[in-house]
């Protein structure tokens, strides 16, 4: 077992892990930014400048079988997944990828079969799992799914001979997502690079949360998109729970992005933008818990926390962002997303003292729901999950 930090090195060093993951390898005592990989000049210096990478290579295959590099930090597009793990699988060194996972079915197969035959530690980045907010409200859920506490204020109108239902006590889950197009890079509308839009390289994200917090299996899917901005899906499960998914692209960055929404056993539990947490319904367990923000720029403001504090925050950061003609400051007070502990928890796992963080079958079903409700939009009806 690794006793000592653990040397990561991170091939693929475009803006999304030059933004989370290796400056969070970087500050974190778990690792080491052992390698930083890549083929842009720019991107490799400011690895070794900033961040303080060891050693900087354009050779992903070197990078891999460098016996010094303990784990892989796969960053790089999904054209280039399955050569990077198929080689780190031969060198028995743990992955942690991106997701999604691959943008075909074929390909995810492809993956999820090596990497279950070599048993190495592997991890895909569905990150909201590793949020704090979110592992509570999947703690205390879960809990009154698995040994229900419902309150003795409880309205039981029939009382004995209230019918018997075996849909009673079944769980839903909601998830509704608010997010702005116009902040969207432009690879995003090449079919080339993303050929199946936001419903595959977003939806997985919500898909996973969704299978994670029913702890069921997707039976069948149904969705309707307008474009590729705005989306609906609905998941039926195998036991009869529902999850509903509603994913805009025309709206706005000054109201929280995400919120998520369980129900069952005459329960509440409620996850907004991953800084509050409400519940009611439950004994014993607080009505509303809150979670510490990310780069907050105005301690002194929204004192309270959770949403009510995010969107005093949130107000300020705009009115600066306007007067500075610079739209990247209205992002302070950000949520936690669970970015850092993803890798932390990883590594855990890799030294044998954590469970598994987000493997490759669950990534791989997150994918399946995805694809499914693309087949569903486009054909116009509901789709099976063994059709995909």
């Known amino acids: 077992m690794l006793q000592e930090p653990v040397n990561f090195a991170v091939i693929g060093c475009g803006a999304l892990a030059r933004g989370m993951h290796i ?79 691959a943008t075909t079915l074929e390909e995810a197969y492809k993956i999820q079969r090596t990497v279950n035959a070599s048993k190495i530690p592997f991890c895909v980045g569905h990150n909201r799992r590793n949020s704090p907010a979110m592992i509570e409200a999947h703690r205390i859920f879960r809990g009154q799914m698995d040994k229900p506490q419902i309150c003795d204020w409880r309205w039981d109108r029939e009382g004995a001979t209230r019918p018997k239902r075996k849909d009673d006590g079944v769980a839903t ?77 025309n709206g706005t960055f000054g109201y929280p992005k995400e919120l998520y929404e369980a129900m069952g056993n005459a329960s509440m539990v409620v996850c907004d933008h991953m800084c509050e947490v409400r519940t ?35 107000a300020v950061a705009c009115h600066e962002s306007l007067d500075a003609n610079d739209p990247m400051l209205q992002f302070a007070a950000e949520p936690d997303k669970g970015h850092a502990h993803a890798i932390n928890r990883f590594v855990d796992e890799i030294k044998g003292c954590g469970g598994v963080v987000c493997g490759v079958d669950d990534a791989v079903m997150a994918t399946r729901v995805a694809f499914a409700a693309i087949k569903s939009a486009k054909e116009g009806r509901i789709v099976r999950m063994e059709e995909v």
């Not at 500050?27 to 961040?51: F, G, I, M, N």
């Not at 307008?226 to 499960?237: E, F, P």
């Open 173 to 249: 889950f909601c998830c509704r997502i608010n997010d702005d197009w116009y902040s969207w890079k432009n690879w995003v509308f090449d079919k080339t690079q993303a050929p199946h839009g936001p419903m595959l390289f977003e939806m997985t994200h919500f898909t996973d949360i969704c299978n994670w917090f029913l702890a069921s299996e997707p039976k069948e899917v149904v969705a309707i998109e307008t474009g590729m901005l705005n989306h609906a899906i609905i998941v039926k499960y195998t036991g009869g729970e529902i999850a509903t998914l509603s994913l805009c692209g």
């Open 23 to 101: 400056p969070n390898i970087a500050k974190s005592p778990k690792t080491v930014l052992h390698t930083c990989c890549d083929l842009s000049d720019e991107a490799l210096k400011e690895c070794r400048d900033v961040h303080g990478a060891l050693n900087i290579s354009k050779d992903w295959r070197a990078t891999v079988m460098n016996p010094e590099v303990q784990a892989i930090c796969l960053a790089t597009t999904e054209k280039l997944r399955f050569p990077v793990i198929e080689l780190a699988v031969e060198y028995d060194k743990p992955i942690y990828v991106e997701k999604p996972l």
């Open 280 to 314: 009611a319904g439950i004994k014993n367990v607080p009505s509303r818990i809150t979670f510490p923000f990310l780069k907050d720029r105005h301690p002194n403001i929204g004192t309270q926390g959770g949403i009510a504090g995010w969107l005093e925050k949130k």
